[in-house]
């Protein structure tokens, strides 16, 4: 099989009419004067992003996944996407087709449709990017920079279960499953989002860990965040030091929960939310003049240093 | 300098204001009901599609040009695009202020703008992936399915040229320069794609050899292709057997020509736009009724062979 053969058997049925059978040079669609286009792109690279021995259906929900949850953060409803895979030549016909049945069970439970992309040998490595299309109505999309003087900042979940999941990767203990589960199946909060679109003023996907990511709300909004640590919610059914969770927590990325600001006003709203939508809401901070540094600790929390992840 | 930082430096002042300073979890921009929106996705790979030792700034164009040529072949105006790359540790601080040299440079020159992407690390190789977006007016964007029986095929510039290049790339021979730099600087023909948005039924980038990409037409416009061997373009200044020459022509990837489908009756309109361009246009061939092979030659040409380029 040449590409074009794996991209009519496994890509073709992802597809509706805006990929033109994807047998065109590009995608094409109307578009809506009342809506805006949100477009995100996350690259997922072996070795880096995932170890490469997953299952290939588990690579392919997190590459959907982490993309979704781009769209979340700006409350947008996420309509469809294209993929690129870079695939060394001896590992195609394996990695294929189980790749496809991921993206074709996550497409169903998100509801958007793959309309074009490219499919190419490698030397060594799989390289996987997916840019994701979302819609607003005109000018309703969450961007960081929104938080005002006096505003609270929220957080959905738990956080820090991801980056348990990975360093106990290996673990058979009781009680890890549910934290090696979320680090390969980020749960996008996309119903979250839209949920919140009327709510929030600023908001974040937390992909970085919860203080790197703040501090791009606090940045972009030109204010400090007091963070109160005592209140992040922490993962407490799994047997670790509350040190080593609530480091976790502060640094520790792959959660791709929502952090967001709202008026103080909105706090019932949020309980609403939170009930309808069964996620744990919780204020863990709230935003002042920048004085300084834009992650402040209420009480010098001792666990406050920058060991955030850096790609270089 | 870690990624955001890298971001800032060199990515940042690609950007025009649908970017938000590439400081938030996706790009906006309003859509315009009276136009299309046509997307398109080209990934580069080190090793397959660049050696690598390339001047980083001619990879970025490359990129780019590959991805334009595509906005090109469906007569649209290019207005921007989003970037991912991976790239090994060790190669990011040489790699980087060049590559987004030679981006700033043919975004100039083109006229489109940086909307967003993603920067990480990889462990072997680079990998890049541009997401190039255009707009034609409603339903004016021009497919590889529109020709008609009796329809005659047109190709741009001269043919094989890359590929001559890519074979000949360390010659030092006079005469190969002009090659070489085909290889590496394709020619996306954007303004000629706007120009044959009213003449051109079909249309294709000849990106995987001539033989390939016409086959693309006909198939998806159920019919055949009569090829006139003879009449294919040629650089018959480069001093190459002419069997060289015609088989880098019809099987050679990399040329980036425009080849396309019109009525007989649009010749004379066809050569307007050639001599105002000052790009050739040659009759290459017509549109029969489908019979047995998507591709057939006048007088049964002894160099039809498929071995056109297959990742796989």
């Known amino acids: 099989m040449?590409?074009?053969?794996?991209?009519?058997k496994y890509f073709k049925p992802l597809t509706n009419e805006v990929a033109r059978n994807l047998s065109d040079d590009a995608?094409?669609?109307?578009?809506?004067?009342?809506?805006?286009?949100?477009?995100s792109t996350d690259t997922l690279a072996e070795g880096i992003h995932f170890f490469g021995n997953e299952n290939p259906k588990d690579i392919a929900k997190k590459s959907l996944r982490v993309n979704l949850s781009d769209m979340a953060a700006m409350g947008a409803k996420p309509i469809f996407y294209n993929l690129s895979i870079s695939i060394p030549k001896n590992k195609v016909k394996y990695f294929l087709p189980k790749f496809a049945k991921g993206l074709d069970e996550d497409q169903e439970l998100f509801g958007l449709k793959l309309i074009g992309g490219d499919l190419t040998s490698s030397l060594q490595n799989i390289n996987i990017t997916i840019t994701i299309f979302g819609e607003t109505l005109n000018k309703k999309s969450i961007s960081r920079g929104g938080a005002k003087l006096g505003d609270l900042l929220f957080v959905s979940g738990v956080l820090g279960l991801s980056k348990i999941g990975l360093d106990n990767f290996k673990t058979k203990l009781k009680g890890f499953s549910v934290a090696k589960n979320k680090y390969l199946f980020p749960e996008p909060r996309v119903d979250l989002g839209l949920s919140l679109n009327k709510i929030a003023n600023s908001m974040i996907d937390i992909s970085d860990g919860l203080v790197q990511d703040a501090s791009h709300l606090a940045k972009n909004s030109n204010l400090s965040i007091v963070l109160d640590a005592e209140k992040i919610p922490l993962p407490l059914s799994i047997n670790?030091?509350?040190?080593?969770?609530?480091?976790?927590?502060?640094?520790?990325?792959?959660?791709?929960?929502?952090?967001?600001?709202?008026?103080?006003?909105?706090?019932?709203?949020l309980k609403k939310v939170s009930l309808e939508q069964n996620i744990k809401l919780t204020r863990i901070g709230f935003f002042q003049k920048f004085k300084k540094e834009h992650i402040l600790f209420q009480n010098q929390h001792q666990f406050y240093q920058n060991k955030s992840y850096s790609h270089f």
Request: with cysteine; aromatic share 16%.
């Open 2 to 8: 040449n590409e074009f053969d794996y991209i009519e």
């Open 240 to 269: 670790l030091k509350k040190d080593i969770l609530l480091n976790a927590a502060l640094y520790g990325g792959d959660d791709y929960e929502l952090l967001f600001s709202c008026k103080p006003t909105y706090e019932n709203s």
């Open 27 to 39: 995608a094409v669609f109307k578009q809506r004067s009342k809506y805006d286009l949100v477009v």
